[in-house]
């Protein structure tokens, strides 16, 4: 930092720094003994050059008195009690010195520095001089300016008054071509060719090149183009069937669709690896069996019948879930077929059980068992054929290709089994529950988060059910000898005056059992209706209970199971 400082100095002393930068130097000098010593010593220099300047300008003829008082005002003091540097007006533009670099000089080369900006500042002065002479002398004319130094020497002159004239420019006249003449033509001894009233037009003329043989017309391409023993069929590689078989190549009929895999030559000929149209049956080929498909003619290749679907059939009339299911077919006029099962709410769905399985044979199923629920009462199968084109048979029913086949239940109620019903889960639901016989029927409680859903079971095959609480007080009544009067969530159910009236008193108390409850799986029933549960009784026995609408599932009808 201190030697920053020392290089400031010599602007500080020329009054080139700014007014901040001018203040914290002074305030650093206050406390820098070093410093002061060299701003005494670069006030010295200063005052040296001043002093120079001045003797040269007094020394510098027609230019004393002139030079030193614009030397008093360029070199007046400044704001910070030093001179000022030297600045000139020429033409209106203000030539000042530049700020010197500023590098960081050491502490021990500080008295070279003196004599190094002593030689600048000299340099800048003498500049300035030859400015102001310059700037001075600019608007005397010469006899003034020569005779304003007849103080230090006499010098002789002559004035041209004459007004010098102007050379004319010879502009060159234009020619109607930059060719040489006739003239300079002779001279150079170049005897041009004569005239003549028409010049010749230049007619360019194509010489056949005699190493390259005549094309031969390609005839249209047909159907089919047997290619010499030659041939490569290098743009044939890749998974498209391009080529296509002359002759029976191994399993591979003639006529079949073939795509390469890779070849090689053994010395004699090329060979090719060769795959049929999906990738059924593989052979190798010599280059003579094979051809571009579409290109020319070829041999006719062995007639391939249409697609038909003659048969397709299960081993079972109704599918067992859980249990192996064995389908068949036979399929002419195709390659390979596919076995799908088939989704009959949602075709897109279908899944693929197995590929490329040849036109005529059988395939051995596994039918699934629900992950969790019976959701289909059914199963579909689906065949799909395809020929040697790619062509695709999409089996339907129409056609023989799809089957369906009725699904055995793969659930058992708690109770057992019962035909034309199925559980939707296989587990029933329990709880605990509450049973009390009427003279009309029976009630059944089953307790939920708001209150107690209570079933009322008439015996003439209706039911309603409601949901009652415990938070009414229940109305004392004398029934008649053995009867009971239901209190609880029963007794509420039972002050409605249409319950009272179709189920009359209570023949029991309340009993507690452990209820089984048993939904029917919905897929298995055409009715389709809210869903129909079987529930268990005390004594064993099982209801099944139905509702009427699924709007209103509150009330419907029941039967014994």
């Given at each position: 930092m201190h030697n920053q400082w020392l290089d400031l100095i010599p602007y500080y002393i020329a009054g080139t720094?700014?007014?901040?930068?001018?203040?914290?130097?002074?305030?650093?000098?206050?406390?820098?003994?070093?410093?002061?010593?060299?701003?005494?010593?670069?006030r010295q220099v200063a005052g040296i050059v001043?002093?120079?300047?001045?003797?040269?300008?007094?020394?510098?003829?027609?230019?004393?008195?002139?030079?030193?008082?614009?030397?008093?005002?360029?070199?007046?003091?400044?704001?910070?009690?030093?001179?000022?540097?030297?600045?000139?007006?020429?033409?209106?533009?203000?030539?000042?010195?530049?700020n010197p670099r500023r590098t960081a000089t050491p502490q021990i080369g500080r008295l070279a520095i003196p004599v190094t900006l002593a030689a600048a500042l000299m340099g800048v002065v003498m500049i300035g001089l030859l400015l102001l002479y310059i700037t001075t002398r600019e608007g005397e004319s010469p006899q003034e300016q020569l005779s304003a130094g007849a103080g230090t020497g006499t010098l002789s002159f002559s004035v041209q008054t004459a007004t010098p004239t102007r050379t004319p420019f010879l502009t060159p006249a234009?020619?109607?071509?930059?060719?040489?003449t006739a003239q300079a033509v002779a001279d150079l001894g170049i005897i041009p060719p004569r005239a003549t009233a028409t010049p010749p037009r230049f007619v360019p003329s194509v010489t056949p090149f005699r190493f390259l043989p005549t094309p031969t017309p390609i005839a249209p391409p047909t159907d089919y183009f047997i290619p010499t023993p030659t041939a490569i069929y290098d743009n044939a590689w890749g998974y498209d069937y391009l080529l296509i078989t002359l002759e029976q190549v191994g399993?591979?009929?003639?006529?079949?669709?073939?795509?390469?895999?890779?070849?090689?030559?053994?010395?004699?000929?090329?060979?090719?690896?060769?795959?049929?149209?999906?990738?059924?049956?593989?052979?190798?080929?010599?280059?003579?069996?094979?051809?571009?498909?579409g290109l020319g003619p070829g041999p006719t290749p062995t007639p391939i019948p249409p697609l038909t679907i003659l048969s397709f059939v299960a081993d079972q009339a109704t599918a067992q879930a859980g249990q192996w299911l064995t389908l068949s077919w036979n399929v002419t006029g195709v390659q390979f077929v596919k076995l799908m099962e088939y989704h009959q709410i949602a075709p897109p769905y279908s899944t693929v059980l197995q590929d490329n399985l040849p036109a005529v044979s059988s395939l051995t199923v596994n039918v699934p068992m629900p992950d969790s629920y019976a959701n289909t009462d059914s199963r579909?199968?689906?065949?799909?054929?395809?020929?040697?084109?790619?062509?695709?048979?999409?089996?339907?029913?129409?056609?023989?290709?799809?089957?369906?086949?009725?699904?055995a239940c793969p659930f058992s109620y708690?109770?057992?089994?019962?035909?034309?019903?199925?559980?939707?889960?296989?587990?029933?639901?329990?709880?605990?529950?509450?049973?009390?016989?009427?003279?009309?029927?029976?009630?059944?409680?089953?307790?939920?988060?708001?209150?107690?859903?209570?079933?009322?079971?008439?015996?003439?095959?209706?039911?309603?059910?409601?949901?009652a609480s415990n938070s009414q007080p229940d109305v004392i009544e004398t029934p008649p000898d053995g009867r009971y009067q239901p209190f609880g969530a029963f007794g509420m159910t039972w002050n409605s005056s249409d319950v009272?009236?179709?189920?009359?008193?209570?023949?029991?108390?309340?009993?507690?059992?452990?209820?089984?409850?048993?939904?029917?799986?919905?897929n298995f029933h055409t009715e389709k209706t809210a869903i129909k549960f079987y529930l268990s009784l005390p004594d064993g026995r099982a209801i099944y209970v139905n509702p009427l609408t699924m709007v209103s599932p509150e009330y419907g009808t029941w039967t014994y199971q």
């Open positions: 720094v700014s007014r901040s930068k001018a203040a914290a130097l002074e305030q650093h000098l206050a406390r820098c003994e070093s410093c002061r010593q060299a701003v005494e010593e670069w001043r002093g120079e300047a001045h003797s040269w300008a007094g020394q510098t003829p027609a230019l004393g008195q002139d030079m030193r008082a614009r030397l008093s005002q360029l070199w007046g003091p400044s704001a910070n009690g030093h001179s000022r540097p030297v600045s000139a007006v020429i033409d209106q533009t203000q030539m000042i010195r530049p234009r020619t109607q071509s930059g060719l040489p399993s591979i009929p003639a006529g079949t669709r073939v795509r390469v895999s890779s070849t090689w030559y053994d010395g004699t000929q090329r060979w090719y690896s060769i795959a049929s149209q999906g990738e059924q049956m593989f052979a190798d080929a010599r280059e003579s069996q094979l051809a571009y498909a579909s199968y689906q065949l799909i054929g395809v020929d040697y084109y790619g062509h695709e048979l999409v089996g339907a029913f129409e056609n023989g290709g799809i089957i369906t086949l009725p699904l708690f109770f057992g089994s019962t035909p034309n019903s199925c559980p939707e889960y296989p587990m029933p639901d329990q709880g605990a529950g509450s049973f009390q016989p009427f003279e009309g029927g029976f009630m059944i409680g089953m307790p939920t988060a708001g209150g107690t859903n209570v079933y009322v079971m008439y015996t003439d095959g209706s039911w309603i059910s409601m949901v009272r009236a179709r189920l009359g008193w209570a023949t029991a108390t309340v009993s507690n059992y452990t209820y089984l409850s048993q939904s029917e799986a919905r």
